[in-house]
């Protein structure tokens, strides 16, 4: 064979090859403002979904949805889709969101759905922490704008104008001999706690304005837990020394809440979220890669943020009016997973200017259209997740 022959050869092998590690990609227009990409990078391998969503666009909005609609418990996300009030067409993307107890479905960070505080924590409720922080949330405010901080609930109960402290909502207060907390009836029935003395207040909610709920004590206080809230009531609860700021509420006595969040990592102002739903831990921060810090930050451990597993994220731009949402298929032939500074690397490769690590592994699930379009890593399909975040076209 001459050399220029095999010359020829070679080139084209050496081109054949070079196309085989591009990336393919695939695009659609889910509805003005929103388009789904679908990108297979053979150098990875990866198999990534993206959703990229106008933020600016009046007609589109972000809610988060609860598995079963309840405080504890778990769904799949395609079910959580398919039994939104406007039905699974209007629900243009879904991404699971928060870690979660594998056993009881309960969220680690706090829930604010509407508006409305689910869960209210000031320490995050993980068993994997290396140490006790609070983890990363996204969330949006009340002008429809992305946030990601990691927010602690800021909360205080007034009481003929004076103020106490609510550090915990639907969840037992844990920061130490004494604390507060406001169960709603989300929770149904009044946790317990053995180890401090206890005193619960019943209330009847009778008004509420933005972040400030007003009620009045309505039947009698306990000194035990285990109490049921019925639809529309609260009971404020005190352990320890606290029991005496609310010894003297009478019958009928006025008690106001407020419920805010405040950053705990940059001395922001506290804010009133629509929404706010967790994750663990953040990888992007104002355009900086930060995920090769998250386990001195927020106390990651190594098999979650060093080892390559499917992943989800959230991110958002500069300007906070490019919204991405990012699935990574991994464990599997065709896409490897990614591990935590990977997935900031490519959030930035995107322009996100912040960016968020969902639950990933086998929760890792992006719907469209009420259709799952990744490939889920568990053996027996999707798997029943605590929470998801749901764009959806509102109605006119």
């Given at each position: 064979m001459s050399w220029p022959r095999l010359a020829s050869i070679l080139c084209v092998i050496s081109a054949s090859l070079g196309a085989q590690q591009r990336d393919s990609l695939a695009t659609q227009t889910l509805s003005p403002g929103v388009t789904w990409r679908r990108i297979v990078r053979p150098a990875?391998?990866?198999?990534?979904?993206?959703?990229?969503v106008d933020l600016r666009r009046s007609d589109l909005e972000l809610r988060q949805v609860r598995a079963r609609d309840s405080l504890r418990g778990r769904e799949k996300l395609t079910s959580m889709v398919a039994r939104t009030p406007e039905g699974a067409a209007r629900v243009l993307a879904a991404v699971n969101t928060d870690f979660f107890s594998l056993a009881t479905g309960e969220s680690e960070n706090n829930v604010v759905i509407g508006g409305e505080w689910w869960k209210g924590i000031q320490v995050t409720d993980s068993p994997f922490d290396t140490f006790d922080n609070v983890h990363a949330q996204f969330g949006v405010d009340g002008?429809?704008?992305?946030?990601?901080?990691?927010?602690?609930?800021?909360g205080t109960a007034i009481v003929a104008r004076v103020p106490t402290p609510v550090l915990a909502v639907n969840a037992i207060s844990r920061t130490g001999p004494e604390g507060t907390a406001l169960y709603t009836d989300r929770v149904?029935?009044?946790?317990?706690?053995?180890?401090?003395?206890?005193?619960?207040?019943?209330?009847?909610r009778v008004g509420i304005r933005a972040d400030t709920q007003l009620f009045v004590r309505r039947g009698p206080t306990a000194k035990a837990a285990g109490n049921a809230v019925a639809p529309g009531a609260a009971v404020?609860?005190?352990?320890?020394?606290?029991?005496?700021?609310f010894a003297t509420v009478a019958e009928g006595d006025t008690v106001r809440v407020v419920l805010r969040a405040r950053a705990a990592d940059d001395g922001s102002p506290s804010r009133s979220p629509a929404l706010l739903v967790g994750g663990w831990p953040r990888i992007v921060r104002d355009g900086v890669a930060v995920a090769d810090r998250s386990a001195w930050v927020e106390g990651t451990i190594s098999r979650n943020a060093e080892v390559r597993n499917p992943r989800t994220?959230?991110?958002?731009?500069?300007?906070?009016?490019?919204?991405?949402?990012?699935?990574?298929?991994?464990?599997?032939?065709?896409?490897a997973g990614m591990t935590l500074p990977e997935l900031a690397d490519f959030m930035r490769e995107l322009?996100?200017?912040?960016?968020?690590?969902f639950d990933g592994g086998g929760s890792t699930s992006m719907v469209l259209a009420g259709k799952l379009v990744n490939s889920v890593s568990d053996p027996t399909g999707e798997r029943e997740v605590a929470s998801g975040l749901l764009l959806v076209k509102r109605t006119p």
């Open positions: 990875g391998p990866w198999v990534l979904n993206i959703v990229t002008a429809r704008r992305p946030l990601l901080g990691r927010y602690v609930l800021d149904g029935v009044t946790p317990t706690d053995t180890t401090r003395a206890l005193l619960e207040v019943p209330l009847a404020l609860a005190a352990y320890g020394a606290r029991t005496a700021a994220a959230v991110g958002f731009s500069r300007d906070s009016s490019t919204l991405f949402l990012v699935t990574v298929d991994g464990r599997q032939a065709a896409s322009g996100a200017w912040q960016a968020l690590n």
